[in-house]
Each structure stands twice: as structure tokens, then as C-alpha cells.
């Protein structure tokens, strides 16, 4: 951070009038670095990922509206499907018909060479409506039932060759109150060790084991994260990732920057290692939009953790619209087409499509509310920042210029480009406003202008050529 350097240095006015209001609003804490001599790496669109939002019939979403964002993560089992597709719980057929909506799921997620994630309680019918006093795993101590499940999803992998990209959720947020479990914690931790053993046994590490896939994040007073962890500790049934999920509010904990080491210290507390992470829910309903999507984007990008959008539609809707990125004029029609994009799809298409090159290193304000993702191509570097849902002031500063060829001092033109989100979720919004170039003088190697934030969802990048 440059927190001993006053912000104004190399700082370039618009005009007179924005550095007034820049020198009267703005903090250290509301500036978002990037560093042009940072090489971090090939974009591998980390954020480009979704749960559900993809409907049974295949190529009933045109290929081209997930290859334009670079879809590359998916995960679905059948949710909320009805009647005769609910699930294990309503018996065989029940769980067969919703077990081809999952298979339908992954071979359209292998069209795009995409991950899966398959959800064991969505097999089994808790989904979050299934009736109350519906059975779970282990319930009365009756652990056959459980047993049966997992040779009938195991044999329905295995006839289907659900083999590439794909990993298993043994359970979904069981902390989230009694929506997708009956609530009782060390009846989770028996079937972990029950699921685990029984599906590595069955596909050995060719299928990832995903857990503990809670709702909430780490912290060493969250007992469903200590006795887990110290469980699998001691039982040796580790999950090939740690996943959870953030969704919560915008708070420091709802962050990978207060996550990653609060997890780094409890996995050493109980002599654990490392090992990839994966937020397989990310972002509230009201972050879907173009600035908190660049927000996620940003973090996600940054701590090189692979994140699925949140899913806040039900009902045949929840099998649709690829996680509120699309929308149609009969929305209410499950076959119905005629897709087209909002405002926030923009971002993930300029994400995937435009931001070509290498990523750089960029740091996100103090204050956590903005941040951003950039990267050099050979033609220019470009940055895009998110705000999470926040109005005011923040700074982009970006230094190491000369790395991209440009001299240490001097006039640089900046294009910048407005990500709208007219219509909200169900807007139809093509591709982002040219709002020109702006001069900004500068020296010391670093230039810094500002983001005006005079709503919550709109969002912006910037763009300069590389010399
Ligand atoms: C992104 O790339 C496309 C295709 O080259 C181009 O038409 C579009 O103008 C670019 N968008 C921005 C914001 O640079």
C-alpha cells in the first residue's frame, strides 16, 4: 500500500473542480493500486464460473452466450425440479429423473471443456424445499438408506462416464439452519466420513471431494469449520478443496482477504496442509451486477481461487439464464429462447474477451469497497475496477508505467468505458459505453485518477496502449 506517500503525488487532474472534491472526499484507504511490473500470470477467468442457470435441453442457451465469458465452472444436480424429478427421498424414479437433469448439466458444461460439481443433497431431494420431516442421512441412526443413495449415484456416474472436470459436494450448507439439513452436526461429520470413503473408493482422486462446503466462512469460532477440520484431521478424509461460500453481506468476514488466513491458521492448528480453494456460491443477488461482479472478479482473480456466481432464482427459473447473466421475453416458459444479456454480462464478456495479455498485481482499497483486475496485451493494458455496493469517491493509481514502455513522466490518454446495468438483472444491454479519452499528466513513473461513484451498480474500465 502507499500509505506513507500522499495521494497526490502523480496524481493528474481531470480538472479543477475534480481535484477539489478528490483533495476534499477522497482517503488513502479509497485507492485501488495496480502495478504495471507485477506479472501475475495467464488470465484462467477465475470468476467465469456459475451454479445451475443452464436448462436441461441441451444447446437450449446458444453456445456462443457461455463462450463469450469464458465459461469454465459448473455445478448443478437438479434442484427444485418437480414432480417426478424430486429426488431420493420421493424414490428410484424420482432420483433417476433428476439425476439426467445433472448429466444434462455436465455434458453441456463439457461442451465448453467447463468443470462440473455434482451436489449430493440435491440427489437426495434437500434442496431447501423439500417437505418438513423429510428424512436425512443417518436419521434414527439408519445409515442403510444413505448406503443405498451412494451406490445409486455412484452407479448413475459410472453408466453416464461422468469422469472429466468433475468433483463432488458431499453436502451443501449444512450450517444454512435446516434448508438443506436436519441441523444436527456430528450426524454430518458420520456421513462425511461415510460419503468420503464410499466415493473415493469407488473413483480413487479421478473425482474430486469438495467440503466442507458450508455457508459460512472460516473462523475459530465456527464449530461447523473446527470439527470438521479436526475430524478429517483425524480420520484422514481430506477434501481435495476447501470450499465455502460468500454470501453473505458486504462485511470483512464475506472476503478471501480476512478468509485465507484465519483457514491458513486453523489447517495448521490441526496439522493440516494446504489445498486448493474453491468458493463454489459467490455474491448476493444485489453484487450481480456490474460493479460487484468486477468487485468478485478482482478478489477472485488476486487470491487465484476459482469462483461460481450465486444462483438467486428458483423454480425452473434456478435452470436458467445462466445465474442471472441473461434474460428472455417469456421468462416463465422453461423451453421458451430468445436470450439476451444485461449489464452484467458485459463484464464477464470484457473480462474473457477483451482482457487479453497477462494479468498484473493490483491491491484493492483499504477500505475494501473497490478493487480492480488488470492486464497488459499488446496493445494496451486495461483495468477494470468494481465498487461493492457503494456511491463516493476512490482513486486508481497505477504504477511501474515504464514496464509497459511508457516514459516516467508525461500526458497519458485514458479511454474509459461504462458498464450500465439499465433494467437491472432483466435489462437487455449490449456493449459498453465509449465515454471517450481523457489527457491525465503525470510523473514518477505512476499516474492516479478517479472513480466517481454516483450509483451502486455501475461500473467502468480503463484503458491506455502500451508503448
Ligand atoms: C472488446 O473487443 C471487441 C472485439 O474485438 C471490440 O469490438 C470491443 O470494442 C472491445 N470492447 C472494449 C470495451 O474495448
Known amino acids: 500500500m502507499r500509505l506513507s506517500i500522499p495521494f497526490f503525488i502523480g496524481f493528474t487532474l481531470v480538472s479543477l473542480s475534480d481535484a477539489t472534491t478528490l ?3 477522497q482517503t488513502a484507504n479509497q485507492i485501488t493500486t495496480v502495478n504495471l511490473a507485477d506479472n501475475t500470470g495467464t488470465p484462467a477467468h477465475l470468476a467465469s464460473g456459475f451454479i445451475y442457470g443452464i436448462p436441461n435441453t441441451l444447446g437450449q442457451i446458444p453456445n456462443s452466450f457461455y463462450q463469450n465469458i469464458g465459461f469454465n465452472y ?22 433417476k429423473n433428476r439425476f439426467e437433469s445433472a448429466v444434462a448439466n455436465y455434458d453441456t458444461a463439457r461442451t465448453f471443456n467447463a468443470k462440473f460439481v455434482i451436489l449430493m443433497n440435491d440427489l437426495w431431494g434437500a434442496d431447501g424445499t423439500q417437505p418438513a420431516g423429510s428424512v436425512f442421512p443417518g436419521d434414527d441412526g439408519d445409515w442403510d438408506n444413505y ?4 451406490v445409486n ?3 448413475g456416474i459410472n453408466s453416464n462416464n461422468m469422469f472429466t472436470g468433475v468433483a463432488i459436494d458431499i453436502w451443501n450448507e449444512p450450517d444454512a439452519g435446516t434448508a438443506f439439513w436436519n441441523g444436527n452436526q456430528e450426524q454430518w461429520l458420520t456421513m462425511w466420513n461415510m460419503g468420503y470413503e464410499t466415493l473415493r473408493s469407488a473413483f480413487g482422486t479421478t473425482i474430486e471431494l469438495f467440503g466442507p462446503t458450508l455457508a459460512g466462512a472460516p ?18 478424509t481430506i477434501p481435495d478443496a476447501y470450499v465455502w461460500h460468500l454470501e453473505g453481506s458486504v462485511h470483512p468476514n464475506d472476503d478471501l482477504q480476512t478468509n485465507i488466513p484465519i483457514l ?9 496442509g494446504t489445498k486448493p480453494i474453491v468458493i463454489d456460491e459467490y455474491g448476493v443477488f444485489a453484487e450481480q451486477c456490474p460493479g460487484g461482479s468486477a468487485w468478485w472478479i478482482s478478489r477472485l482473480e ?3 481461487v476459482p469462483g461460481l456466481r450465486g444462483n438467486w432464482l428458483s423454480g425452473t427459473e434456478l435452470h436458467d439464464f445462466m445465474a442471472s447473466l441473461l434474460w428472455k421475453p417469456d421468462p416463465t416458459d422453461a423451453t421458451a429462447t430468445g436470450y439476451f444479456t444485461n449489464g452484467d454480462y458485459q463484464v464477464y464478456q470484457y473480462y474473457n474477451l477483451n482482457m487479453t495479455g497477462h494479468r498484473v498485481a493490483t491491491t484493492g482499497s483499504i477500505d475494501r469497497l473497490m478493487d480492480s483486475y488488470a492486464t497488459v496485451g499488446t496493445d494496451k493494458v486495461r483495468i477494470l475496477v468494481g465498487g461493492r455496493q457503494v456511491t463516493g469517491t476512490w482513486q486508481v493509481t497505477v504504477d511501474s508505467l515504464s514496464t509497459v514502455g511508457l516514459p516516467t513522466s508525461g500526458t497519458l490518454d ?17 456493449l459498453p459505453t465509449n465515454l471517450g479519452v481523457v489527457a491525465h499528466t503525470y510523473s514518477g513513473n505512476s499516474v492516479s485518477f478517479p472513480i466517481f461513484q454516483t450509483d451502486t451498480t455501475t461500473t467502468w474500465a480503463f484503458e491506455f496502449n502500451v508503448a
Open 74 to 95: 459448473g455445478r448443478a444436480s437438479g434442484a427444485q425440479l418437480a414432480e417426478p424429478a424430486r429426488g431420493w427421498i420421493f424414490g428410484l424414479t424420482e432420483f
Open 414 to 430: 485514458i479511454t474509459t468505458w461504462q458498464f450500465s446495468f439499465t433494467g437491472s438483472h432483466t435489462g437487455d444491454v449490449g
Open 219 to 236: 473462523e475459530t469460532t465456527n464449530t461447523w469449520w473446527t470439527t470438521f477440520l479436526a475430524q478429517i484431521a483425524s480420520s484422514n
Open 153 to 155: 449415484v455412484i452407479a
Open 264 to 272: 491458513d491458521s486453523m489447517l495448521s492448528q490441526h496439522g493440516l
Open 23 to 25: 483533495e476534499k472526499r
Open 302 to 304: 488476486r487470491f487465484n
Open 147 to 150: 448406503n443405498s443413495f451412494l
